[in-house]
């Protein structure tokens, strides 16, 4: 994601991020597909990822004896990275990382049908 400097401290050592896919944002850079595609682009995205940090914590539990934590993230990522939800929303640093990316993909799922609509409507207008 980009980074994204506000007031406000930032959580631990996290860098909030703004990531450059649904739910977060509306992928602008990518030009001329369909609005099914990027939101399939996104949910692939979200699945690896998800997948990626559910081993991290695997493994991390098994090497530390602990559950890998926001607060600890910062042990097996150089720069830890957490979406920038707005101002006044913080984020509990003793929760999984892969437990924010979970919700993020269910709030992803909610927006599955929206891309029909958007096609519906560009045929409509054109």
Excluded: W
Excluded at 5 to 15: A, F, K, P, S, W
Excluded at 59 to 79: A, D, N, P
């Amino acid at each position: 994601g980009d980074a994204l400097m506000r007031r406000i401290r930032t959580q631990g050592n996290l860098v909030r991020s703004i990531n450059q896919i649904l739910p977060y944002t509306f992928p602008s850079f990518i030009k001329n597909i369909s609005a099914k595609t990027i939101y399939n682009f996104s949910e692939v995205c979200i699945e690896n990822a998800l997948t990626i940090l559910k081993a991290l914590e695997n493994e991390y539990q098994v090497i530390q004896q602990r559950k890998l934590t926001l607060y600890h993230l910062g042990e097996v990522i150089i720069y830890p990275r957490y979406p920038d939800q707005g101002e006044d929303m913080e984020y509990n640093l003793n929760l999984s990382p892969s437990h924010y990316l979970g919700n993020s993909f269910e709030l992803l799922r909610r927006t599955k049908g929206m891309t029909d609509r958007i096609k519906i409507a560009d045929s409509i207008n054109t």
